[in-house]
């Protein structure tokens, strides 16, 4: 069986829209979700090294705090295109388990 991806159509409202907005990650929620946590050193790829706090027993650590500031851009972009009637959204989830999750929020977001 083939996974089917789930799209949002460009007709979706995003919610910012209504007044509603999106939370703050803070760094705190960032440590304790493990984000902190890359590849081993050895497979480290030099596009990354922007990223990398510093490595410890062989593990990248990765700088939260550019992790934020990332995540922020993002959110103002989302904030950017929810502005636009004709923007279109298209959500890819890279495994298996993700399909369900994201099936329901997109559901979710489509009845708003």
Known sequence: MVDRPAFVSSKTDFGEAKGQTMKSVTLEQLLEAGCHFGHQVTR????ARDFIFEARDGIHIIDLAKTKEGLEEAANFLKTLAKNPNATLLIVGTKRQANA???AEIERIKKK
């Open 101 to 103: 999750v994201l099936t």
């Open 44 to 47: 480290s790829n030099p596009r």
